[in-house]
Nanobody
Framework: QVQLQESGPGLVKPSQTLSLTCIVS??????????WSWIRQSPGKGLEWMGA???????YYSPSLKSRNSISRDTSKNQFTLQLSSVTPEDTAVYYC??????????????WGQGTQVTVSS
């Protein structure tokens, strides 16, 4: 069974860069057809898809983040990383990593990490 575990700082100061890592076990991040995504949920809001990196290393990002985020991977460690620059208190959220797959023209997330709380505050 695929398991994902997020790690990173729980507190980040405004204007800094947030960096989170997702360690994957039970499956390879290079397995054909899967993508690996970052999703967050701010207080009182719904889930927000931030971006993803495919099994082949291609990245996709949500335009709502205005190029503040980037996703990379380390295949030797079977993990992928989110960086979010110039954070503000509005970036306070629970951040999740997940595995996604396509069914037709839609993408779905079938395995999720437990989530990690990130607070942006001085």
């Amino acid at each position: 069974q695929v398991q994902l575990q997020e790690s990173g700082p729980g507190l980040v100061k405004p204007s800094q860069t947030l960096s989170l890592t997702c360690i994957v076990s039970g499956g390879s991040i290079t397995t054909t057809s899967y993508g690996w995504s970052w999703i967050r949920q701010s207080p009182g809001k719904g889930l927000e898809w931030m971006g993803a990196i495919t099994y082949s290393g291609i990245t996709y990002y949500s335009p709502s983040l205005k190029s503040r985020n980037s996703i990379s991977r380390d295949t030797s460690k079977n993990q992928f990383t989110l960086q979010l620059s110039s954070v503000t208190p509005e970036d306070t959220a629970v951040y999740y990593c997940a595995r996604e797959f396509a069914q037709g023209s839609e993408w779905y997330d079938d395995y999720w990490g437990q989530g990690t709380q990130v607070t942006v505050s001085s």
